[in-house]
């Protein structure tokens, strides 16, 4: 597993850049691949209308790795990128070699959830972006980041203000209607490795021990002083994590 490539995909409202604080370590000891999802970062939306679905996201990572030239990988995410490993999982699990689940969740949304999603994705629409950092920071980041980090705060703020409303828009109705994964799961009988941040408030630790619980082959590193964006609040000791699993 160790020699196979690391592709990371990224969290919801952000790209990929907010692997930019696990990048030269990881990229040190494996190929490294952190591709933009539809409609957010780089990466542009294209043009359809049919009802957004997470199964078109994965297919957007089978489509990359066949132009790559890969023919499995260990794949992971966090967040909305774990969403989108699963749907992968459920779409080509031949491709899969190792799994990396950080601040995620395997069950689908609530309805309440759902409904926010949805209200969310008409109001990006109508006002675009600006006001999404005040209402998701204090989610997205732990108590002590939102304390001590205001480098990090102001990163992530500065991440969602750049990304397109469309894309946001179109994320989040696609996760709204996200299947529940956990028997995805436990046909995923490959290493896994599931990350958390001990001050989760979106996706919280009994999420990941239900994950853990439901993986033939999982290991789980719950990581202080970290929230929803483990990656981007506490580099070293995911990118650790994630070097120790794969040795």
């Known amino acids: 597993m160790a020699d196979l490539p690391l592709v990371l995909l990224h969290a919801f409202p952000v790209d990929a850049r907010m692997w930019d604080g696990v990048r030269e370590p990881l990229a040190a000891r494996t190929r490294l691949i952190t591709p933009d999802q539809r409609g957010l970062g780089r990466s542009p939306l294209p043009d359809s209308e049919r009802v957004p679905t997470l199964d078109d996201a994965a297919r957007d990572v089978i489509a990359l790795l066949d132009k790559l030239e890969l023919d499995k990988v260990v794949l992971g995410g966090c967040s909305m990128g774990g969403y989108v490993t699963m749907a992968v999982l459920r779409a080509a699990p031949e491709r899969v070699g190792g799994i990396?689940?950080?601040?995620?969740?395997a069950s689908s949304d609530i309805e309440e959830a759902s409904d926010n999603r949805l209200a969310m994705a008409e109001r990006v629409e109508r006002e675009g972006v600006g006001w999404v950092p005040d209402a998701m920071l204090d989610v997205l980041l732990g108590e002590t980041t939102r304390a001590e980090r205001p480098d990090v705060v102001a990163r992530v703020r500065e991440l969602i203000e750049s990304q397109s409303p469309a894309g946001v828009a179109w994320a989040q109705r696609a996760m709204a209607m996200r299947p529940d994964s956990i028997e995805t799961l436990r046909r995923a009988d490959v290493p896994a490795l599931v990350i958390v941040g001990e001050e989760d408030a979106l996706t919280r630790v009994e999420?990941?021990?239900?994950?853990?619980?439901?993986?033939?082959?999982?290991?789980?590193?719950i990581v202080p002083s970290a929230g929803h964006l483990a990656p981007v609040e506490q580099p070293a000791a995911v990118a650790e994590a994630v070097l120790g699993w794969l040795r």
């Open 207 to 221: 999420e990941a021990h239900t994950m853990v619980d439901a993986l033939p082959k999982a290991t789980l590193d």
């Open 100 to 105: 990396v689940l950080m601040d995620t969740k």
